[in-house]
T-cell receptor, first 115, second 112 residues
Framework: SQQGEEDPQALSIQEGENATMNCSYK?????LQWYRQNSGRGLVHLIL?????REKHSGRLRVTLDTSKKSSSLLITASRAADTASYFC???????????????FGTGTRLTIIP | EAQVTQNPRYLITVTGKKLTVTCSQN?????MSWYRQDPGLGLRQIYY???????DKGDVPEGYKVSRKEKRNFPLILESPSPNQTSLYFC???????????FGQGTRLTVV
């Protein structure tokens, strides 16, 4: 079952603009992660934000987390052509006992940066 | 270099012909998993392994088998592939079940 749902499904912006994509999830989490996937390739981890954090930065990436709304956003500032990719959020589920945690991925946002 | 290696990258096979997709990681991770990715459905977990000889079903295990005889290897076995198993497959490893995951480059499987 999918826990995270990204929005929008697709986004096209001009190079240099900022890109924002959102992730909503259904159940309580320990942490939320964002991954990037270049066409047909393996996913690459971008950033992890814990449930007790509200905002985190990594280079041109800014991630926010609102646990009351069960949502997260990924902002890419000053976009570049190389940022063209699909972006996925992944959530874990709070485990009642060890071993039941796992990552659940959304369907992704396809980001296209127009040169 | 930390990496997860899948082979083969591309595979075309016929219905019913058993195949194995290999996965190996060099990070001494305990947790490994297999996903399939289909358009509009995102990544769905097929099987996972918490450690050597410990495996369990994910969300879409039907038609697949796995084994974990060594910590570094986690092969995916399709005993009798069918066309609905045509997909892009990814192996991933992590130090914990919900920690940062490292993905292989993917195996694009076509079953005709």
């Amino acid at each position: 079952s999918q826990q995270g749902e990204e929005d929008p499904q697709a986004l096209s912006i001009q190079e240099g603009e900022n890109a924002t994509m959102n992730c909503s999830y259904k159940t309580s989490i320990n942490n939320l992660q964002w991954y990037r996937q270049n066409s047909g390739r393996g996913l690459v981890h971008l950033i992890l934000i814990r449930s007790n954090e509200r905002e985190k930065h990594s280079g041109r990436l800014r991630v926010t987390l609102d646990t009351s709304k069960k949502s997260s956003s990924l902002l890419i500032t000053a976009s570049r052509a190389a940022d063209t990719a699909s972006y996925f959020c992944a959530t874990d589920a709070k485990a009642s006992n060890f071993g039941n945690e796992k990552l659940t991925f959304g369907t992704g946002t396809r980001l296209t940066i127009i040169p | 270099e930390a990496q997860v290696t899948q082979n083969p990258r591309y595979l075309i096979t016929v219905t019913g012909k058993k195949l194995t997709v290999t996965c190996s990681q060099n990070m001494n991770h305990e947790y490994m998993s297999w996903y399939r990715q289909d358009p509009g459905l995102g990544l769905r977990q097929i099987y996972y392994s918490m450690n050597v000889e410990v495996t369990d079903k994910g969300d879409v295990p039907e038609g697949y088998k796995v084994s974990r005889k060594e910590k570094r290897n986690f092969p995916l076995i399709l005993e009798s592939p069918s066309p609905n198993q045509t997909s892009l497959y990814f192996c991933a490893s992590s130090s914990t079940a919900a920690g940062e995951a490292f993905f292989g480059q993917g195996t694009r499987l076509t079953v005709v």
